[in-house]
T-cell receptor, first 115, second 115 residues
Framework: DQQVKQNSPSLSVQEGRISILNCDYT??????FLWYKKYPAEGPTFLIS?????DKNEDGRFTVFLNKSAKHLSLHIVPSQPGDSAVYFC??????????????FGQGTILTVHP | GAVVSQHPSWVICKSGTSVKIECRSL??????MFWYRQFPKQSLMLMAT?????????EQGVEKDKFLINHASLTLSTLTVTSAHPEDSSFYIC???????????FGNGTRLTVT
Protein backbone atom coordinates (compact mmCIF):
# COMPACT_ATOMS: atom_id res chain seq x y z
CA ASP A 1 0.00 0.00 0.00
CA GLN A 2 1.70 3.14 -1.26
CA GLN A 3 0.70 5.81 1.24
CA VAL A 4 2.69 8.54 -0.50
CA LYS A 5 2.43 8.73 -4.25
CA GLN A 6 4.19 10.77 -6.85
CA ASN A 7 2.26 9.91 -9.96
CA SER A 8 4.52 11.66 -12.43
CA PRO A 9 7.74 9.70 -12.92
CA SER A 10 9.31 12.56 -14.80
CA LEU A 11 8.92 16.24 -15.60
CA SER A 12 10.72 18.35 -18.17
CA VAL A 13 10.73 22.16 -18.07
CA GLN A 14 12.56 25.01 -19.69
CA GLU A 15 15.08 27.03 -17.75
CA GLY A 16 13.46 30.07 -16.15
CA ARG A 17 9.99 28.56 -16.10
CA ILE A 18 8.13 27.11 -13.15
CA SER A 19 8.50 23.48 -12.12
CA ILE A 20 5.57 21.97 -10.25
CA LEU A 21 6.07 18.62 -8.61
CA ASN A 22 3.06 16.89 -7.13
CA CYS A 23 2.53 14.42 -4.32
CA ASP A 24 -0.59 12.72 -2.98
CA TYR A 25 -1.02 10.85 0.27
CA THR A 26 -3.64 8.61 1.77
CA UNK A 27 -2.88 8.61 5.49
CA UNK A 28 -4.73 11.44 7.21
CA UNK A 29 -2.48 11.01 10.25
CA UNK A 30 0.51 12.46 8.41
CA UNK A 31 1.27 15.80 10.02
CA UNK A 32 4.63 16.84 8.59
CA PHE A 33 5.77 16.77 5.00
CA LEU A 34 9.18 17.19 3.45
CA TRP A 35 10.72 17.47 0.01
CA TYR A 36 14.13 16.05 -0.78
CA LYS A 37 16.30 16.36 -3.84
CA LYS A 38 18.56 13.50 -4.87
CA TYR A 39 21.35 13.17 -7.39
CA PRO A 40 22.44 9.73 -8.63
CA ALA A 41 24.67 7.83 -6.20
CA GLU A 42 24.11 10.42 -3.48
CA GLY A 43 21.87 10.62 -0.45
CA PRO A 44 18.79 12.84 -0.48
CA THR A 45 19.26 16.50 0.37
CA PHE A 46 16.58 18.23 2.42
CA LEU A 47 14.88 21.09 0.57
CA ILE A 48 11.83 22.31 2.40
CA SER A 49 9.14 21.11 4.77
CA UNK A 50 5.67 22.01 5.88
CA UNK A 51 3.61 21.26 8.94
CA UNK A 52 0.03 20.15 8.51
CA UNK A 53 -1.17 23.26 10.32
CA UNK A 54 0.05 25.39 7.42
CA ASP A 55 -0.89 25.51 3.78
CA LYS A 56 2.21 27.19 2.40
CA ASN A 57 5.88 27.47 3.14
CA GLU A 58 8.37 29.40 1.09
CA ASP A 59 12.17 29.35 0.99
CA GLY A 60 13.81 31.25 -1.80
CA ARG A 61 12.91 29.68 -5.13
CA PHE A 62 11.10 26.80 -3.44
CA THR A 63 7.52 26.89 -2.22
CA VAL A 64 5.54 23.99 -0.87
CA PHE A 65 1.76 24.02 -0.85
CA LEU A 66 -0.37 21.69 1.23
CA ASN A 67 -4.04 20.96 0.61
CA LYS A 68 -5.14 18.78 3.51
CA SER A 69 -8.68 18.26 2.31
CA ALA A 70 -7.36 16.88 -0.97
CA LYS A 71 -4.41 15.14 0.71
CA HIS A 72 -2.16 16.76 -1.82
CA LEU A 73 1.05 18.72 -1.69
CA SER A 74 3.14 20.32 -4.36
CA LEU A 75 6.59 21.81 -4.71
CA HIS A 76 7.02 24.87 -6.90
CA ILE A 77 10.43 25.88 -8.13
CA VAL A 78 10.62 29.34 -9.66
CA PRO A 79 12.62 30.07 -11.71
CA SER A 80 13.87 26.63 -12.62
CA GLN A 81 17.59 26.23 -13.26
CA PRO A 82 19.53 23.43 -14.98
CA GLY A 83 21.16 22.63 -11.64
CA ASP A 84 17.73 21.72 -10.30
CA SER A 85 17.74 18.63 -12.50
CA ALA A 86 17.52 15.71 -10.08
CA VAL A 87 15.08 13.26 -8.56
CA TYR A 88 12.65 14.86 -6.12
CA PHE A 89 11.07 12.87 -3.33
CA CYS A 90 8.23 13.90 -1.12
CA UNK A 91 8.10 12.34 2.31
CA UNK A 92 5.62 12.32 5.15
CA UNK A 93 5.75 11.76 8.87
CA UNK A 94 2.78 10.43 10.81
CA UNK A 95 3.38 12.41 13.95
CA UNK A 96 2.04 11.31 17.27
CA UNK A 97 4.32 8.89 19.03
CA UNK A 98 5.92 7.62 15.87
CA UNK A 99 9.68 7.95 15.72
CA UNK A 100 10.58 11.20 14.02
CA UNK A 101 12.97 9.31 11.78
CA UNK A 102 10.27 7.19 10.24
CA UNK A 103 9.44 8.88 6.99
CA UNK A 104 7.30 7.44 4.24
CA PHE A 105 8.68 8.37 0.85
CA GLY A 106 7.06 8.68 -2.54
CA GLN A 107 8.58 7.01 -5.58
CA GLY A 108 10.26 10.16 -6.78
CA THR A 109 9.93 12.40 -9.83
CA ILE A 110 12.82 12.99 -12.19
CA LEU A 111 13.02 16.70 -13.00
CA THR A 112 14.96 17.79 -16.06
CA VAL A 113 15.48 21.50 -16.61
CA HIS A 114 16.60 22.33 -20.15
CA PRO A 115 18.80 25.37 -20.81
CA GLY B 1 24.56 21.97 10.14
CA ALA B 2 23.55 18.31 10.46
CA VAL B 3 26.21 16.83 8.22
CA VAL B 4 26.15 13.05 7.95
CA SER B 5 29.13 11.22 6.50
CA GLN B 6 28.87 7.66 5.23
CA HIS B 7 31.63 5.25 4.21
CA PRO B 8 32.28 3.51 1.92
CA SER B 9 30.38 5.09 -0.94
CA TRP B 10 30.36 1.83 -2.82
CA VAL B 11 31.41 -1.73 -2.20
CA ILE B 12 31.42 -4.96 -4.18
CA CYS B 13 31.59 -8.20 -2.26
CA LYS B 14 31.18 -11.89 -2.88
CA SER B 15 28.15 -13.80 -1.78
CA GLY B 16 28.51 -15.09 1.77
CA THR B 17 30.84 -12.38 3.00
CA SER B 18 30.01 -9.55 5.39
CA VAL B 19 30.20 -5.83 4.76
CA LYS B 20 30.35 -3.02 7.27
CA ILE B 21 29.03 0.46 6.52
CA GLU B 22 29.90 3.40 8.76
CA CYS B 23 27.77 6.44 9.39
CA ARG B 24 29.07 9.46 11.27
CA SER B 25 27.41 12.66 12.37
CA LEU B 26 30.07 15.32 11.84
CA UNK B 27 28.64 18.42 13.47
CA UNK B 28 26.03 17.14 15.84
CA UNK B 29 25.52 14.38 18.36
CA UNK B 30 23.05 11.72 17.37
CA UNK B 31 21.47 9.55 20.01
CA UNK B 32 19.40 8.09 17.23
CA MET B 33 20.23 7.45 13.60
CA PHE B 34 18.14 5.86 10.91
CA TRP B 35 19.11 3.36 8.24
CA TYR B 36 17.21 3.42 4.97
CA ARG B 37 17.49 1.28 1.87
CA GLN B 38 16.57 2.00 -1.72
CA PHE B 39 16.21 -0.70 -4.35
CA PRO B 40 16.40 0.35 -8.01
CA LYS B 41 13.42 2.39 -9.13
CA GLN B 42 11.83 2.21 -5.71
CA SER B 43 11.31 4.53 -2.77
CA LEU B 44 13.56 4.83 0.20
CA MET B 45 12.40 2.50 2.94
CA LEU B 46 13.31 2.66 6.60
CA MET B 47 15.12 -0.48 7.72
CA ALA B 48 15.96 0.21 11.31
CA THR B 49 16.50 2.79 14.00
CA UNK B 50 19.92 2.83 15.60
CA UNK B 51 19.94 3.81 19.27
CA UNK B 52 23.12 4.90 21.03
CA UNK B 53 23.98 2.50 23.78
CA UNK B 54 21.07 0.17 23.21
CA UNK B 55 19.63 -2.26 20.73
CA UNK B 56 18.43 -1.16 17.36
CA UNK B 57 14.78 -1.41 16.46
CA UNK B 58 13.95 -2.99 13.13
CA GLU B 59 11.07 -2.44 10.75
CA GLN B 60 8.80 -5.29 9.89
CA GLY B 61 10.38 -7.68 7.44
CA VAL B 62 13.97 -6.65 8.15
CA GLU B 63 16.09 -9.44 9.62
CA LYS B 64 17.93 -8.20 12.68
CA ASP B 65 20.44 -11.06 12.55
CA LYS B 66 21.33 -10.23 8.99
CA PHE B 67 21.61 -6.48 9.36
CA LEU B 68 23.62 -5.87 12.51
CA ILE B 69 23.56 -2.34 13.83
CA ASN B 70 25.95 -0.94 16.38
CA HIS B 71 25.69 2.58 17.76
CA ALA B 72 28.62 2.75 20.12
CA SER B 73 28.99 6.52 20.36
CA LEU B 74 26.98 9.66 19.79
CA THR B 75 28.63 10.20 16.43
CA LEU B 76 28.98 6.73 14.94
CA SER B 77 26.54 4.06 13.84
CA THR B 78 27.51 1.03 11.80
CA LEU B 79 25.47 -1.36 9.71
CA THR B 80 26.93 -4.78 8.96
CA VAL B 81 25.33 -6.85 6.26
CA THR B 82 26.18 -10.42 7.25
CA SER B 83 26.40 -13.32 4.83
CA ALA B 84 25.45 -11.05 1.99
CA HIS B 85 23.51 -12.39 -0.98
CA PRO B 86 22.82 -10.86 -4.37
CA GLU B 87 19.33 -9.84 -3.25
CA ASP B 88 20.95 -7.62 -0.61
CA SER B 89 22.40 -5.49 -3.38
CA SER B 90 20.94 -2.06 -2.80
CA PHE B 91 21.66 1.54 -1.88
CA TYR B 92 21.97 1.90 1.89
CA ILE B 93 21.63 5.36 3.39
CA CYS B 94 21.90 6.51 6.97
CA UNK B 95 20.36 9.64 8.40
CA UNK B 96 20.11 11.69 11.52
CA UNK B 97 18.85 15.00 12.79
CA UNK B 98 19.61 17.51 15.44
CA UNK B 99 16.46 16.99 17.43
CA UNK B 100 12.77 16.22 17.43
CA UNK B 101 10.96 18.27 14.84
CA UNK B 102 13.99 18.99 12.70
CA UNK B 103 14.29 17.36 9.27
CA UNK B 104 16.30 14.23 8.65
CA UNK B 105 19.64 14.75 6.95
CA PHE B 106 21.06 11.90 4.95
CA GLY B 107 24.51 10.63 4.27
CA ASN B 108 25.68 10.09 0.71
CA GLY B 109 24.75 6.44 0.79
CA THR B 110 26.57 3.20 0.08
CA ARG B 111 25.99 1.25 -3.10
CA LEU B 112 26.36 -2.43 -2.21
CA THR B 113 26.73 -4.97 -4.98
CA VAL B 114 26.89 -8.63 -4.03
CA THR B 115 28.20 -10.94 -6.72
Amino acid sequence: DQQVKQNSPSLSVQEGRISILNCDYTNSMFDYFLWYKKYPAEGPTFLISISSIKDKNEDGRFTVFLNKSAKHLSLHIVPSQPGDSAVYFCAAHPGGGTSYGKLTFGQGTILTVHP
Amino acid sequence: GAVVSQHPSWVICKSGTSVKIECRSLDFQATTMFWYRQFPKQSLMLMATSNEGSKATYEQGVEKDKFLINHASLTLSTLTVTSAHPEDSSFYICSGNTGVGSPLHFGNGTRLTVT
